[in-house]
């Protein structure tokens, strides 16, 4: 199973949006509604943010938003604040029982 | 509180062996799914294993099929990670999570164990 695909870096100014793309295959992504995305901050464990494509676990920000077209999910983050500087991970279920990451993308607040 | 606390984690030599454990706390563990996921060093998020809450379902990634065996004790709440014929490829912090729902998503992560394959 390869790894999804996201963009190596992504970068903004503070109070701008972004958005980062996590790009599979019809067995992945784009078989299922099951598209997940993590907050990673250096030396710390992964913290979820989105599932299920766009819902967000209770105690997450609003400006954290997920969608989906095709094969390719995506992560919104508005009003850019410093503390989201951090590696991003999407994840897919897959057509094989399985779990698949994306390959991550370093946020930098400019 | 959930918690989630991982241990187990030394330096082994390659072909050598390991057993990871994860102790949980704070939810119904039998309930549900668990999963381990890796971090090479300075590298990205690789899923490894899951097990279903009664045992009998299993799932592996290519990379450790037939290397590493994943396995629970619900009345101990605790999960475990046999991993053999280690490689160096292998290193990497080693979390435990659990799978939030239907979509496999991980809504809650352990502080990581970190395995190191050298000579």
């Known amino acids: 199973q390869s790894a999804l695909t996201q963009p190596a870096s992504v970068s903004g100014s503070p109070g701008q949006s972004i958005t980062i793309s996590c790009t599979g295959t019809s067995s992945d992504v784009g078989g299922y509604n099951f598209v997940s995305w993590y907050q990673q901050h250096p030396g710390i464990a992964p913290k979820l943010m989105i599932y299920?494509?766009?819902k967000r676990p209770s105690g997450v920000s609003h400006r954290f938003s997920g969608s989906k077209s095709g094969k390719t999910a995506s992560l919104t983050i508005s009003g850019l604040q410093a503390e989201d500087e951090a590696d991003y991970y999407c994840?897919?279920?897959?057509?094989?029982?399985?779990?698949?990451f994306g390959t991550g993308t370093k946020v930098t607040v400019l | 509180e959930v918690q989630l606390v991982e241990s187990g984690g030394v330096l082994v030599q390659p072909g050598g062996s390991l057993r990871l454990s994860c102790v949980a706390s704070?939810?119904?563990?039998?309930?549900?799914?668990m999963s381990w996921v890796r971090q090479a060093p300075g590298k990205g998020l690789e899923w490894v294993s899951y097990i279903r809450p009664g045992s009998s379902t299993t799932y592996y990634a290519d990379s450790v099929k037939g290397r590493f065996t994943i396995s629970r004790d619900n009345a101990k709440n605790s999960l475990y990670l046999q991993m053999n014929s280690l490689r160096a490829e292998d290193t990497a912090v080693y979390y435990c999570a659990r799978d939030g729902g239907s979509g496999g998503e991980f809504d809650y992560w352990g502080q990581g164990t970190l395995v190191t394959v050298s000579s």
């Open positions: 704070g939810f119904s563990f039998s309930s549900y799914t």
């Open positions: 994840s897919s279920y897959t057509s094989s029982g399985t779990q698949v």
């Open positions: 299920e494509v766009s």
